[in-house]
């Protein structure tokens, strides 16, 4: 019991248009005259559902072919019992290929925006990586320049040659303008609007 009102539950939208259909098929039998405004209605009911469940190209085209014949044989049932022009049945296929011609251009759309999220999902993969790779790399750069850093200035403090020690001061400076590069580098790739480093 539980299972059933669960289903049930689940699939309200399906019994409400399932319910809508049939309505409407027997609107179309017992008003034969004005059978095209049911008609419309069972298309507008079938193209509502399409639009909140996901069929499947074999879902639509079964669905499209259903409603197609039956409103087709009650068409046809309204042109023999109540002599109803025999121009409405010609609605009954064309109306099933509009609505097949927009479950195609629908899922087109859907494909195009689902690669187009892939895409996105993809580049801010790349950019998390590329930013991983650029504070690695700055970390790498910063630990052996802070020992060649340090190696200057013992050799600066220990030598009593001004020539060596000027030449460590050139080496402190430059040693210190790469890390300052290397700071920066790490700051552009932590931005989130930078592009790849």
Known sequence: MWVTRSSLRDHVLEVVVGTAVLAN????????WLATVPFHLIWIAVA?????RDWGHRGADAVAAGVCMLTAAVFAWNAIAAGVETEEITEAPLMAVAFLVMVRFLRRKQARLELALAQVRS???ARQLDQAQARRTGHDLRSPLSVARGHAELIKLRSKDPGIREDSDAVIAAVDRVVRITLRLRDLAARPDAGPV
């Open 25 to 32: 098929l027997t609107l179309m039998i017992a008003l034969p």
């Open 48 to 52: 509502v559902l399409f639009g909140f």
């Open 123 to 125: 580049e801010h993969e």
